[in-house]
């Protein structure tokens, strides 16, 4: 498989990635009732495009795609979890080669190491390091902003784990399988 660093094509998904990002951020989130936390969609976009770019473009596309989300839904970026959006998209990314999804075969094995993967970067970004930087950055009392990232953080674990799997499996039937071809004696 080829570097996948910053080609043309990597940087053409960034962009197309950042735009249905802040789209499905805008348009496709639910409430979850926790003040200023919601049930996003845009995640099992990231997960996506993670998987198929790479780390590079899963953080820029979770970094830019949230901070321009904000800005134009609320009119400041809230850079906590800005960051953690990158540090999101990153961490999915860096599984991008254990599942070649390129390869057009996407069985259980699969299935499963993209929701540990995304799972363990989902906790780790929404339960430890977005209420950290919320504490850090802008002195939010502490059991508020640890409820916000729990709920945030399991929400985005279950919908990236049931839309983003769907995603998945979609994209993998696009691929042609990598041993489809048969060499006729």
């Known amino acids: 498989m080829q570097n996948k660093a910053l080609s043309t ?3 053409v998904a960034i962009g197309i990635g950042t735009a249905v990002f802040l789209i499905l951020g805008r348009f496709a989130s639910l409430p979850s009732g926790i003040p200023n936390t919601n049930i996003e969609t845009s995640y099992a976009f990231l997960a996506l495009m993670s998987v198929i770019f790479g780390p590079i473009a899963g953080a820029l596309i979770g970094f ?3 901070a321009l989300k904000d800005a134009i839904m609320w009119g400041s970026i809230w850079w906590s979890w800005v960051i953690v959006s990158g540090i999101v998209g990153l961490l999915m990314g860096l599984a991008w080669k254990k599942i070649n999804i390129q390869s057009g075969v996407l069985g259980t094995k699969q299935i499963v190491t993209f929701n540990v993967v995304q799972g363990i970067a989902q ?3 929404w339960f430890l390091v977005a209420p950290i930087l919320d504490i850090l950055i802008y002195a939010e009392p502490a059991n508020k902003v640890f409820v916000q990232g729990l709920v945030a953080g399991a929400a985005n674990i279950v919908t990236v784990g049931v839309i983003g ?3 998945l499996a979609a994209y993998a039937k696009t ?3 990598t041993d489809s071809l048969d060499l006729e004696a």
């Open 175 to 177: 691929r042609s399988k």
């Open 64 to 66: 830019i795609g949230h």
């Open 123 to 125: 906790a780790v970004g």
């Open 9 to 11: 094509k990597t940087v």
């Open 165 to 167: 799997s769907i995603l």
